[in-house]
């Protein structure tokens, strides 16, 4: 069984920080891509940034240049440092990840539970 537990969302003031991270446990061979989505009221989940195995990134153009995506693949944690935050970056948070549960089977997506983050004065 595989789980993703995110945590590090909260309210903060436009212009603010927060840090995301989430981990993957349980019965894990291996970790493809990992990445953060988000999902405002009445809107779609989007894909905020992604980053690969090995280190390449990939970020929506809303959040480019105040969104840094990293991963410790030693730990299988992701996380999203989120900095000159927005009110339009008001979102629940979810963390992504292709895991392969063995040698031979094949890669599955998994999702964690969200996190909300609130930008508001």
């Known amino acids: 069984q595989v789980q993703l537990v995110e945590s590090g969302g909260g309210l903060v003031q436009p212009g603010g920080s927060l840090r995301l991270s989430c981990a993957a446990s349980g019965t894990i061979f291996s970790i493809d891509a990992m990445g953060w989505y988000r999902q405002a009221p009445g809107k779609q989940r989007e894909l905020a940034a992604a980053?690969?195995?090995?280190?390449?990134?990939n970020y929506a153009g809303s959040v480019k240049d105040r969104f840094t995506i990293s991963r410790d693949n030693a730990k299988k944690t992701v996380y999203l440092q989120m900095n000159s935050l927005k009110p339009e970056d008001t979102a629940v948070y979810y963390c992504n990840a292709d895991i392969r549960i063995g040698r031979y089977m094949r890669y599955n997506q998994y999702w964690g539970q969200g996190t909300q983050v609130t930008v508001s004065s």
């Open positions: 980053i690969t195995s090995g280190g390449s990134t």
